[in-house]
Protein backbone atom coordinates (compact mmCIF):
# COMPACT_ATOMS: atom_id res chain seq x y z
CA UNK A 1 0.00 0.00 0.00
CA UNK A 2 1.00 3.80 -0.52
CA UNK A 3 1.24 6.14 3.17
CA UNK A 4 0.77 9.52 1.50
CA UNK A 5 2.01 13.00 2.76
CA UNK A 6 1.13 16.27 0.63
CA UNK A 7 3.57 19.25 1.67
CA UNK A 8 4.27 22.89 -0.01
CA UNK A 9 1.16 24.51 0.65
CA UNK A 10 1.01 28.06 1.65
CA UNK A 11 -0.41 31.55 0.91
CA UNK A 12 0.46 32.91 -2.28
CA UNK A 13 -0.47 36.23 -4.27
CA UNK A 14 -2.88 35.89 -7.58
CA UNK A 15 -0.50 35.04 -10.20
CA UNK A 16 2.08 33.99 -8.05
CA UNK A 17 3.34 30.15 -8.30
CA UNK A 18 3.48 26.92 -5.70
CA UNK A 19 4.68 23.45 -5.66
CA UNK A 20 3.09 20.65 -4.04
CA UNK A 21 4.62 17.54 -3.46
CA UNK A 22 3.04 14.44 -2.12
CA UNK A 23 5.40 11.71 -1.09
CA UNK A 24 5.16 7.82 -0.27
CA UNK A 25 6.86 6.12 2.33
CA UNK A 26 5.42 2.87 0.87
CA UNK A 27 6.92 0.68 -1.09
CA UNK A 28 4.29 0.69 -4.20
CA UNK A 29 4.17 3.99 -5.53
CA UNK A 30 5.62 3.52 -8.66
CA UNK A 31 2.75 0.38 -9.45
CA UNK A 32 -0.27 3.18 -9.37
CA UNK A 33 -1.56 5.92 -11.45
CA UNK A 34 -1.54 8.72 -9.03
CA UNK A 35 -4.29 11.75 -8.94
CA UNK A 36 -4.47 14.95 -7.45
CA UNK A 37 -8.00 16.77 -6.13
CA UNK A 38 -8.99 19.52 -3.93
CA UNK A 39 -11.67 21.16 -2.10
CA UNK A 40 -12.41 24.65 -0.71
CA UNK A 41 -14.62 25.02 1.82
CA UNK A 42 -18.39 24.17 1.29
CA UNK A 43 -17.53 22.45 -1.47
CA UNK A 44 -17.01 19.04 -2.80
CA UNK A 45 -13.96 17.76 -3.39
CA UNK A 46 -12.57 17.91 -7.37
CA UNK A 47 -10.31 16.54 -9.81
CA UNK A 48 -7.61 18.37 -10.40
CA UNK A 49 -4.95 16.10 -12.45
CA UNK A 50 -3.71 12.40 -12.68
CA UNK A 51 -0.58 11.03 -13.94
CA UNK A 52 0.14 7.26 -15.14
CA UNK A 53 2.47 4.79 -13.10
CA UNK A 54 5.19 5.18 -15.47
CA UNK A 55 4.63 9.37 -15.99
CA UNK A 56 3.73 9.40 -19.45
CA UNK A 57 0.10 10.14 -19.19
CA UNK A 58 -1.23 13.32 -17.62
CA UNK A 59 -5.12 14.18 -17.77
CA UNK A 60 -6.14 17.73 -16.27
CA UNK A 61 -9.30 19.52 -15.07
CA UNK A 62 -10.41 22.26 -17.47
CA UNK A 63 -10.14 24.64 -15.22
CA UNK A 64 -6.51 24.46 -14.53
CA UNK A 65 -5.41 22.88 -17.86
CA UNK A 66 -2.24 25.07 -19.31
CA UNK A 67 -1.51 26.47 -15.49
CA UNK A 68 -0.47 23.58 -13.17
CA UNK A 69 1.89 20.85 -14.67
CA UNK A 70 1.40 17.06 -12.49
CA UNK A 71 4.60 14.88 -12.50
CA UNK A 72 6.63 12.26 -11.07
CA UNK A 73 9.75 10.98 -9.72
CA UNK A 74 9.32 7.10 -9.06
CA UNK A 75 12.82 7.23 -7.64
CA UNK A 76 11.90 9.46 -5.30
CA UNK A 77 8.74 7.90 -4.82
CA UNK A 78 7.14 11.53 -4.82
CA UNK A 79 4.07 13.13 -7.06
CA UNK A 80 4.36 16.93 -7.80
CA UNK A 81 2.00 19.63 -9.08
CA UNK A 82 3.39 23.12 -10.45
CA UNK A 83 0.82 25.42 -10.04
CA UNK A 84 1.43 28.80 -11.80
CA UNK A 85 -1.06 31.68 -12.78
CA UNK A 86 -2.63 30.83 -9.53
CA UNK A 87 -6.55 32.62 -8.99
CA UNK A 88 -8.01 33.45 -6.07
CA UNK A 89 -10.58 30.20 -6.79
CA UNK A 90 -7.14 27.68 -6.30
CA UNK A 91 -7.70 28.06 -2.83
CA UNK A 92 -8.88 25.00 -1.48
CA UNK A 93 -6.94 21.74 0.45
CA UNK A 94 -5.08 19.88 -1.92
CA UNK A 95 -5.05 15.69 -1.43
CA UNK A 96 -3.12 13.21 -3.21
CA UNK A 97 -4.34 10.03 -3.38
CA UNK A 98 -3.60 6.68 -5.36
CA UNK A 99 -5.95 5.09 -7.92
CA UNK A 100 -7.18 2.26 -7.73
CA UNK A 101 -5.35 -0.79 -9.92
CA UNK A 102 -7.55 -1.43 -13.18
CA UNK A 103 -9.40 1.76 -13.05
CA UNK A 104 -8.99 4.99 -15.08
CA UNK A 105 -11.23 7.26 -13.38
CA UNK A 106 -11.30 11.04 -12.39
CA UNK A 107 -14.23 10.49 -9.73
CA UNK A 108 -12.45 10.94 -6.20
CA UNK A 109 -14.16 7.18 -5.02
CA UNK A 110 -11.91 5.53 -7.10
CA UNK A 111 -9.04 6.56 -5.44
CA UNK A 112 -7.30 5.32 -1.82
CA UNK A 113 -4.86 6.08 0.35
CA UNK A 114 -5.48 9.82 0.67
CA UNK A 115 -2.97 12.36 2.25
CA UNK A 116 -3.63 14.85 5.14
CA UNK A 117 -3.84 17.33 2.58
CA UNK A 118 -1.93 20.74 2.30
CA UNK A 119 -4.08 24.18 2.43
CA UNK A 120 -3.14 26.67 -0.69
CA UNK A 121 -4.40 30.28 0.06
CA UNK A 122 -4.56 32.74 -3.43
CA UNK A 123 -5.23 36.41 -2.18
CA UNK A 124 -6.23 38.48 -4.77
Known amino acids: QVQLAESGGGLVQAGGSLRLSCADSGRTFSSYTMGWFRQAPGKEREFVAR????????YYADSVMGRFTISRDNTKNTMYLQMNSLKPEDTAVYYC?????????????????WGQGTQVTVSS
Open 51 to 58: ISSGGFSR
Open 97 to 113: AAQILGVSSRDSRNYHS
